[in-house]
């Protein structure tokens, strides 16, 4: 069985900050737990901008609380989030994920995330190699 605490785990490596500060990951699950799944609590700070792109996963994404909008970019459709909505990135949809206010978000990434990924300059996660 595994047990975590998410105060644990933001004090330690699997918090996870975006180099644009537009974002903060905690990865509570991970490759190496060996789920088949990773599991994330993120932050997305209030008046940001992330292009997303995840060509290499699909990801479902929970909204515990705040408000924001998600636009996709094939079709420009815009999609308000906000405490209780679930989005699911199943067809590896480019978008911009908007917070208005900060966002607390719980993700579920397939193939799972090994742990420290960030968004390269196109939005991707890259598929990293086991540590």
Known sequence: MIVRT????????RRVVSPDGHWEST????????????????????NTETHIWYQNHLESVYCISGEGEIETLADSKVYPIKPGILYVLDKHDE??????????????????LNGQEVHD???????????
């Open 6 to 13: 998410l105060q644990d785990a933001e004090q330690s490596e």
């Open 27 to 46: 990865r509570m699950l991970l490759k190496d737990d060996n789920m088949g799944f990773s599991f994330h609590i993120t932050t997305i700070y209030a």
């Open 95 to 112: 978008h911009l994920l908007r917070g208005h206010s900060e966002l607390k978000l719980a993700c579920v990434f397939n193939p799972p």
């Open 121 to 131: 300059k196109d939005g991707v996660y890259p598929l990293l190699e086991d540590s």
